[in-house]
């Protein structure tokens, strides 16, 4: 996996996190959502074996996020899982990535 394509993943994943904790607009949520889905992508397509399924994996999941955000973004348990999973990846495609 390249770290290239991986480092801005896990920046986003942090801002992602970040935007959630400061109670930003939905809007820039979303945007900081679909930029990480972007990198994820890049990520996956540059990558193979392993460390492709789990950008897959990812994708579905950022996919999802960004989906049913309009209705759970106002949840404040869907907004901890969010943050929560958002570092889980980040920490795991740190790994993945060294």
């Not at 989906?67 to 404040?76: D, E, K, L, S």
């Amino acid at each position: 996996m390249s770290a290239a394509h991986i480092e801005p993943l896990i920046d986003r994943l942090g801002t992602v996190a970040g935007l959630i904790e400061g109670r930003k607009p939905d809007a820039e949520i979303q945007a900081a959502l679909r930029n990480a889905l972007t990198d994820c992508q890049r990520a996956a397509a540059d990558s193979r074996g392993e460390p492709q399924t789990l950008l897959r994996n990812f994708t579905q999941a950022l996919q999802t996020w960004d989906r049913v955000w309009p209705q759970m973004g106002a949840r404040a348990e869907f907004r901890l899982a969010v943050v929560r999973e958002a570092r889980q990846w980040a920490s795991r495609l740190t790994k993945t990535a060294a």
